[in-house]
T-cell receptor, first 113, second 104 residues
Framework: DGGITQSPKYLFRKEGQNVTLSCEQN?????MYWYRQDPGQGLRLIYY???????QKGDIAEGYSVSREKKESFPLTVTSAQKNPTAFYLC????????????FGQGTRLTVV | KNEVEQSPQNLTAQEGEFITINCSYS?????LHWLQQHPGGGIVSLFM???GKKKHGRLIATINIQEKHSSLHITASHPRDSAVYIC??????FGTGTRLQVFP
């Protein structure tokens, strides 16, 4: 069955370390997205990509980096420059042209200690 | 002002009650999604709408494109419906969610 796989579900890291969150989809979607959610708040867009080897910053891109070397994969790196990295991270994908038929991963809860 | 506004932010109901959650948006869209997020964070897509009305079991979603408004209705609510319900539009932008608690 087609879908999005995020891994791991829970992740713990020490402060100052970079960490990479995985997002893989087998839906043949061109567009992929990364969001961050803080307690009691809505989802905010970090980065998105509409085609391989191209990506755009969202509202809160500082302290994050992404790559899109393959259509199926859109990994997110939380760098040591991100001041408050502890959060819930959600990956999504859709067909290009308006977020139709969007699918969502199960999310990764990152805790930095 | 957020591009996507949801109301209410919190909702408490007794089992069996009819529930309505509203979503208003200020941007042009091609699709609107209603999502359900359970404790633990996992998100499930309930509906994708571009016009009219859709029904799935006890859930009904409607959209009025001219008024830029959508509603999610839950008939005969049940404690297992307790979750955060999120509206998302095709920018993509999300509402802040409505936290629903249904008590037996």
């Amino acid at each position: 069955d087609g879908g999005i796989t995020q891994s791991p579900k829970y992740l713990f890291r020490k402060e100052g370390q970079n960490v990479t969150l995985s997002c893989e989809q087998n839906l043949n979607h061109d567009a992929m997205y990364w969001y961050r959610q803080d307690p009691g708040q809505g989802l905010r867009l970090i980065y998105y990509s509409q085609i391989v080897n191209d990506f755009q910053k969202g509202d809160i891109a500082e302290g994050y980096s992404v790559s899109r070397e393959k259509k199926e994969s859109f990994p997110l790196t939380v760098t040591s420059a991100q001041k408050n990295p502890t959060a819930f991270y959600l990956c999504a994908s859709s067909r290009v042209g308006g977020f139709t038929e969007a699918f969502f991963g199960q999310g990764t809860r990152l805790t930095v200690v | 002002k957020n591009e996507v506004e949801q109301s209410p932010q919190n909702l408490t109901a007794q089992e069996g009650e009819f529930i309505t959650i509203n979503c208003s948006y200020s941007v042009g869209i091609s699709a609107l999604h209603w999502l359900q997020q359970h404790p633990g964070g996992g998100i499930v897509s309930l509906f994708m709408l571009s016009s009219g009305k859709k029904k799935h079991g006890r859930l009904i979603a409607t959209i009025n494109i001219q008024e830029k408004h959508s509603s999610l209705h839950i008939t005969a609510s049940h404690p297992r419906d307790s979750a955060v319900y999120i509206c998302a539009v095709s920018c993509p932008r999300f509402g802040t969610g409505t936290r629903l608690q249904v008590f037996p």
